[in-house]
């Protein structure tokens, strides 16, 4: 994981948004209320469009499992971005080399947030020596992949979450040697 010594700041303008002061560093275990706030209100709000009502429910329920929230967080390399000292976004990058989450609160989206995360874990993957990252992308997330410069495998029609059908992407980016 990320010590907090190596973290990456940067200080972003953007057309919309105000400036944003990010910070991308290791997770902690205290940031797992904000991480999964980050994830239910990204889930229930930024993807609300693409998603039926019992679907965001299955893929987010109302109700933390904080233990096992915890140790998702810290078997992965977890990175979080906080924005003016608060938990904005959260991205990781599983032993096998999956991109498995990436979420970043409706607060502080389309700041730069999500590209931040990816970018961390992509330059972790590439210390790692992998030769490309995949994800399972969901509708939501899907153009801030390509602009990242994922690209689409196949469409996962048949991906169930709690007995829900919640299709999603199966997206790769390849690492230069
Ligand atoms: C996907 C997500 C993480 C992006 O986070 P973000 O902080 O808003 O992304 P950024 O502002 O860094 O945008 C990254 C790039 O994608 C583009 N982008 C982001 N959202 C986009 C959208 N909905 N449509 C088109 N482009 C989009 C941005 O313009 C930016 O491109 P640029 O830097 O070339 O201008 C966020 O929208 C989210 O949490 N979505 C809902 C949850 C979800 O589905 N997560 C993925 C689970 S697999």
Redesign the pocket.
């Known amino acids: 994981m990320l010590s907090d010594q190596r973290h990456v700041r940067t200080q972003r303008r ?1 057309q919309y948004g105000p400036r944003v002061n990010i910070t991308i560093r290791g997770y902690r275990p205290g940031d797992a209320e904000a991480t999964w706030r ?1 994830f239910h209100e ?2 229930h709000r ?2 609300a469009s693409y998603y039926s009502e019992e679907q965001m429910k299955a893929w987010a329920p109302g109700v933390m499992d904080a233990q096992g929230w915890n140790a998702r967080r810290t078997q992965a390399w977890t990175v979080v971005a906080d924005v003016d000292g608060e938990v ?2 959260f991205s990781d990058l599983t032993a096998d080399g999956l991109l498995d ?6 607060e ?11 970018e961390a874990v992509l330059k972790e993957a590439q210390r790692r020596g992998l030769n490309e990252v995949r ?7 899907r ?6 410069g994922f690209i689409v495998d196949h469409e996962n029609e048949d991906n169930w979450i709690r007995g829900q059908k919640v299709p ?1 992407f199966d997206m790769y980016v390849a690492l230069a040697p």
């Open positions: 953007l980050a990204a889930i930024t993807a904005a976004g989450m990436l979420f970043v609160h409706p502080f989206g389309r700041r730069g947030v999500g590209r931040l995360l990816v994800t399972h992308a969901s509708r939501a997330a153009p801030a992949f390509e602009r990242l999603n």
